[in-house]
């Protein structure tokens, strides 16, 4: 009998981002990828995806923190369950607490989600030195998505790819081992279990996503405040992706995306689903331009992204108006149990 049985999850190939943005860190995207081939309600998650933007200037500008690391108030245990999953935390394991326990969760139809250094692991090296991260960076923790075992190691899906998009790969338990006894403290942190219990709890998310609406205010600041930082940026930072405009941008962006799909699931009407499909739009433009701005080629000047974040701001103002004055006069925002009709918005007979 070999030491390491073949087990395999099914369902592997349909991991596909659910992220294209690239904005949430690791863990959740790999959450989020996995919960999405194994449900077609995963963007009830995105519920309160809009956030508050006040976050995410503290987040970025105040503490010269990137996208990766922002706590995203979405894609959390809490939400999981209520999508009828649950999460199960070991906390930190030694190396043979892993191995013993691997197989047992993995033949239970559960993926296992681990931290270790990313410069342990040879293809994420490739990766680093290809788009240029920093070196102080090389050795940061990454979140390690865990779909088969055998005797030739493990089934990871990973997504660090141009396109951000999942992709087994294998890696060899001595690659393990030796990471194992290089930096044993920084192996194995986190790890969780992931298995789907119940279907989604409608009601659950609709109170949930009510409770979100009643307390969303936002003045939209943010905009103005990347718009101001342009050129001081382009001159002191020195890798893009670092740049704090660039990261709450990407932030927004990727935000607005995922609540365009959650609205998909609603009751609101084409006039929300329509303002906010163009502030997605908007925002995935300026992303890419202040991007390029950053990073010195050819593009937009400084004062035509300036008025483009103007005009977001205004987009998101307008939208969170209609929203809001939408949602108070609507019985129901989520979609009822099979049989029921949906409430159709006031003045709304597009559907």
């Known amino acids: 009998m070999s030491a390491h049985r073949t087990i395999t999850l099914p369902g592997v190939d349909l991991i596909r981002t659910r992220d294209p943005n690239n904005h949430l860190h690791c863990r959740k995207t790999q959450i989020l990828a996995y919960v999405g081939a194994h449900t077609p309600w995963s963007d009830l998650l995105m519920y309160g995806a809009l ?9 970025c500008h105040l503490r010269g923190e990137d996208r990766w690391a922002f706590e995203t108030p979405y894609v959390n245990d809490e939400d999981l369950r209520l999508l009828g999953f649950e999460v199960f935390s070991a906390g930190k394991v030694t190396l043979a607490q892993f191995e013993a326990g691997l197989p047992v969760f993995l033949e239970a139809g559960q993926p296992v989600f681990f931290w270790a250094p990313r410069n342990h692991f040879p293809y994420w090296v490739d990766f680093m030195d290809r788009v240029g991260t920093v070196p102080e960076e090389y050795g940061l923790l990454h979140s390690f998505l865990v779909c088969g075992t055998g005797e030739d190691g493990l089934l990871l899906v990973d997504n660090n790819s141009p396109d951000h998009e999942h992709f087994p790969v294998t890696v060899g338990w001595d690659l393990l081992r030796e990471g194992y006894a290089r930096e044993p403290d920084r192996w194995f942190d986190g790890c969780v279990a992931l298995r789907k219990v119940a279907e989604p709890d409608r009601d659950g998310f609709e109170a949930a996503y009510r409770a979100f609406l009643q307390g969303y205010r936002d003045g939209f600041e943010l905009y103005d405040v990347v718009g101001d930082n342009l050129l001081v940026e382009r001159a002191t930072i020195s890798a893009t992706y670092r740049a704090p405009g660039v990261n709450a941008l990407t932030l927004m962006a990727g935000s607005r995306a995922l609540f ?19 502030v997605a739009q908007l925002a995935a433009v300026l992303s890419d331009r202040v991007t390029t701005f950053q990073r010195g080629l050819p593009g937009l000047p400084a004062d035509r992204i300036r008025c483009g974040l103007a ?3 205004l987009r998101e103002q307008r939208a969170a108006r209609l929203l809001l004055d939408e949602a108070a006069g609507l019985p129901r925002l989520l979609p009822p149990p099979v049989g029921e009709r949906l409430p159709v918005a006031a003045g709304d007979r597009s559907r």
Do not use: I, K, M
Request: proline share 0%; charged share 25%; glycine share 6%.
């Open 311 to 313: 005009q977001l701001r």
């Open 51 to 59: 956030g508050s933007t006040a976050a995410v200037h503290r987040h």
């Open 260 to 278: 365009c799909r959650f609205l998909a699931h609603t009751a609101h009407g084409e006039r929300v689903r329509a303002a906010y499909a163009r």
